[in-house]
Every structure is written in C-alpha cells, then in structure tokens.
C-alpha cells in the first residue's frame, strides 16, 4: 500500500503547513497589507522554477527527493521559531522554504502514476485532494489559535515538528527511480518546456490555470482586512474564516473519491464555484456568512485542482510527468505572484470588499477563456492515448 504512505506524508505536512502559513500571514500583517504581500510573494517566487524542479524530478529517486525537501523546510522553520527574524530576513528564509516546497511537488504528483493502476488515476488525485485540504481546512484554525494563545513561535515550531514527521513516513515509500533517457539537466528542462508549449491539451491547462489563479489569490491577502478591519473579527476568528475555504475544498475532493465526472466539466464547474463564492465574499455582512462563501470557493478549488491534475496525468508520458507539473506549478504560481503584487495597492484604493469583488469578476473572466481551453483538453482525451503535438498534427 505504497499510495496509502504517500497520502499520510502530505496529510500531516499540509497540516503543519496550514498552521505555518497562517502564523506567517498574521505575523506579518501587524506590519500591513504591503507585508502579507511581500511574504506571500516570497512563497509565490520559487514555484517560478518549477520547470527546473520537473527536471530534477524526472532525473533522481523521487523518495530521496521528497525526503530531502521536508527536512529542509523543518530545518526554516525551526529557524524561524527561534529567532523570529524581522521581516527582510524573514522573506529570505520564505523564499528558502519555497525552493524546497517548489522542489516537493513534481516529484509528489509525478509518484502518482508510478503507485496506482492508471484507472484509479482520478480517484489517488482526490484523495490527495483531501489530505492537502488539510492545509486550509484544519491548519488555519489551529494556526489562528496558536498565535493568538501561543504566539507565532508556536505555529512555527508546529510546522517544522510536522515536515519532520512528513520525512519519517516517507522512508516507508518503496524507491521511486527515474525512467527514460537522460541528457543535460538543461536539455531536459527545456524538453519539458518544449513539450507543454506544443502539446495542445498541457498547454490549454498552464494557460487557463494561470489566468484563474492571477484573480483568484488576491483573497489570500484581502482575507485578512476583511475579517480583522472590516468585520472587526479576532486572530482565531480569521483562521475560522480561512478554514471555511479549506473545509470546501476537503468536501469537494472527499465527494469526488466516491463519484466520478468527466474532468473537463469538473474544472468548468469548479471555476464557476470559486466565482460565486468570491463575489459573495464581498457582499456579506457578516463572519459566519463569509465563512460560508469561503466553503463555496473552496468546493470549486477543489474540485479544479483534482481535475487539473487528472488530466495531467493521463495526458503526460510518464518520463516527462514531473516537467509538466513543474510547468503547472509555475503557472499557478505566476498567477500568485501576479495577484500578490496587486494585493496590496488594490486593497488599499477600493478596499478589501472591492478586492474581493475584482477576484470574483476575474474568476468569471477566466472561466470563460478555460472553456476553449477544456474543449481542446478533451479532444486530445479522447483519442485514446498520449496527445500529439503541434508539430505532429500539422505533419499529417
């Protein structure tokens, strides 16, 4: 039961990293809007070299790789609950901890296919789906208290305890060595780039992914002046509100284990929730009813990364599998850094419901432009096998 070890290695990792992200969006923002922007895009930058995280992916033992990462992000992390460095030192021990986190993610979706028979592909995705929901479901609210009874220390030191134990559990994995031939790490780098540009189905999804998440993230920093300047609600009330979207995005994926859809109509249909629950956002009155457009967005979160990484996965020769996600990863956090960048001044002319209202209209704008983009995935799925590349259809 190899997949099953893999799923208890991200579950307690996400958590922690729920707890630790949340102690970092809080610690920050006693210093402003522009510092929770700056620390989010600390996070954000690294992913940038995802295609070079592909690489190594696809070139070294998976297992090793993902091990290696986890002990470097507790090793951050213990740092940063020792000292509690000001904020220019605590963004350079961010963009440390992103490295490794960029480094992890290739390596952890592209084992997938390698541990279940290609049928299940859909059902693996959704139960890692729930264990990274963990992150913004269960971690935020644990986060929130920690801070508020305990300080950030403790949320800090939480999170390196778990990156710790996330290591552990992955020793139990069997080895994950890499296949196909391998040249220059360079070369392959650019393979991989080469083939998602040219490749119809993989490049439909970098791009529509990338346009949804450069609207969608701007809630990662208004969240918190929603809820602390706008409702007046506490630390802990925050990390409840926070949590509302992780508990949506655990329901969706958790619903999808036992049900089956088509992944194309999954993605269509999660953009549409994450619109409906961001433009609600930004209406509500209240904590409790945010909450609950919280969980709506994050159904439709859910529901999009699961599907997004099925279709990854059945479009993708195995060899190139950790590439194409470093290129996924890249362009989700391109859009991160995209809306991380706008946050803050954004927030500070129309204000944290107006935020909220141009993510929402965002996401609405990108679920229109992912429609074509789903249709070409979906010709490419249903030839029956590894799509062709632009190159290869015009040879015909």
Not at 71 to 77: D, L, N, R, S
Not at 125 to 137: C, K
Not at 227 to 249: C, K, R, W, Y
Not at 293 to 305: P, S, Y
Request: hydrophobic share 55%; glycine share 12%.
């Amino acid at each position: 039961m190899a997949f099953r070890v893999l799923w208890w290695s991200r579950a307690v990792s996400f958590a922690g990293d729920g707890i630790g992200r949340t102690a970092l969006v809080l610690h920050a923002a006693t210093q402003g809007a522009t510092a929770v922007s700056l620390v989010l895009l600390a996070v954000a930058l690294p992913r940038f070299l995802g295609p070079l995280a592909g690489a190594l992916a696809d070139r070294f033992d998976q297992r090793r790789l993902m091990a290696v990462c986890e002990i470097g992000q507790a090793a951050v992390f213990a740092v940063l609950a020792a000292f509690l460095p000001p904020l220019p030192v605590l963004i350079a021990f961010v963009l440390v901890s992103g490295g490794f986190a960029t480094a992890f993610v290739p390596a952890g979706r592209g084992a997938v296919p390698a541990l279940v028979p290609h049928k299940d592909l859909g059902r693996a995705n959704a139960l890692l789906g729930t264990a990274f929901n963990l992150q913004v479901a269960i971690g935020p609210t644990i986060g929130g208290l920690a801070v508020e009874f305990g300080g950030a220390r403790v949320a800090f030191t939480a999170n390196a305890v778990t990156f710790l134990v996330s290591a552990l559990i992955l020793t139990r994995l069997p080895a994950l060595k890499p296949t196909g031939h391998h040249s220059g790490l360079w070369t392959e780098m650019v393979a991989g780039l080469r083939f998602v540009a040219t490749t119809p189905g993989p490049r439909a999804l970098v791009l529509s992914l990338f346009v949804a998440v450069s609207f969608a993230a701007i809630d990662n920093v208004a969240l918190v002046f929603l809820v602390s300047d706008v409702l007046h609600g506490s630390a802990a009330e925050f990390g409840f509100t926070q949590a509302a979207f992780g508990v949506g995005m655990l329901a969706a994926s958790t619903l999808l284990v036992f049900g089956r859809g088509a992944a194309g109509a999954l993605v269509i249909g999660g953009l549409a929730l994450s619109a409906t629950g961001t433009v609600a956002t930004a209406l509500l009155p209240t904590i409790l009813a945010v909450a609950a457009a919280q969980l709506i967005a994050g159904m439709g979160n859910g529901m999009e990364n699961v599907a997004t990484d099925t279709l990854v996965q059945r479009l993708t020769p195995r060899h190139m599998l950790g590439r194409a996600f470093g290129a996924v990863a890249t362009a989700a956090q391109l859009g991160s850094a995209v809306a991380y960048a706008a946050a803050g001044p954004l927030i500070g002319a129309v204000g944290p419901r107006g935020a909220f209202l141009v993510a929402g209209v965002g996401c609405g704008l990108a679920l229109l432009l992912a429609i074509p983009a789903i249709r070409a995935t979906s010709r490419s799925d249903a030839t029956g096998g590894l799509p062709r590349t632009d190159a290869e259809v015009a040879g015909q």
